[in-house]
């Protein structure tokens, strides 16, 4: 994690966070290399999950008809973040990764950072819940764990200099199949569009949170 950080060209986590805005209109010239945009994913991929299940999946859109077939599950209304944006990184639940669910854990143990016994406690417990669990219970798994990946992502493509726009405005039924993927294994979530912003994005407001807060 260490090597990661250096890397990052903004460390300042206030500047990050708190200067962060949806940015729709992007500079079309500039492209980021795949090699970057993988890097980012790693970074992101930190983000915890259901039982470090880690369900999600990247689809990266960065060329002109990549993007044009893309768009025919996309709104309208979203186009043009899509147009202009270096690239898209759709982020998709995959309701399966219970399947590959051991290899994780063997590395834990594998690097010493926990006892075999722990081993197969941890996948006693876990792998069952998710091999007996329906489809409902791995899709809500799955999209609680892609909705933190995609804020992570948010905000590290910010420490790299960028700015996104995260969106869910897709045609939610015909999204997996125009990525190419299978429909019965993963879900759409949302798509996160990355670049450089072209102008100075509508700064929001947020409610008090006092009025959304209760402590019981
Ligand atoms: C789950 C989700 C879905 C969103 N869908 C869209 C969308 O389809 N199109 C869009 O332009 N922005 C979309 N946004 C961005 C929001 O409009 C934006 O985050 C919100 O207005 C607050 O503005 P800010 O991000 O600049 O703080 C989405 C954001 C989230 C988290």
Redesign the pocket.
């Known amino acids: 994690m260490a090597t990661m950080t250096k890397k990052l060209g903004n460390n300042d986590l206030a500047d990050v966070m708190f200067n962060?805005?949806?940015?729709?209109d992007f500079d079309p010239a500039v492209k980021i290399d795949r090699d970057e945009i993988q890097e980012m994913l790693s970074e992101a991929a930190t983000a915890p999950s259901a039982c470090n299940l880690q369900s999600w999946h990247f689809v990266v859109i960065d060329t002109p008809e990549a993007k044009e077939k893309f768009k025919k599950a996309v709104?309208p209304?979203?186009y043009p973040?899509v147009d202009k944006a270096s690239a898209i990184v759709f982020i998709a639940g995959d309701t399966q990764s219970h399947l590959v669910y051991r290899d994780v854990w063997n590395k834990v143990y594998k690097d010493g950072n926990i006892t075999k016994e722990r081993l197969d406690q941890i996948l006693g417990t876990f792998l069952p819940l998710y091999e007996k669990a329906t489809p409902e219970f791995l899709k809500f798994d799955a999209t609680m764990d892609c909705?933190i990946v995609?804020?992570q992502l948010?905000l590290i493509a910010r420490a790299h200099g960028y700015d996104a726009?995260?969106?869910?405005?897709?045609d939610f039924e015909h999204m997996i199949p125009t990525l190419g993927l299978d429909p019965k294994r993963f879900v759409p979530?949302?798509?996160i569009a990355l670049g450089k912003a072209a102008s100075e994005?509508?700064?929001?407001q947020?409610y008090d949170t006092k009025t959304q807060t209760e402590f019981l």
């Open positions: 962060r805005h949806s940015v729709r709104m209304f979203n973040q909705s995609g804020a948010l726009n995260a969106f869910s405005g897709i979530i949302m798509g994005p509508l700064h929001t947020r």
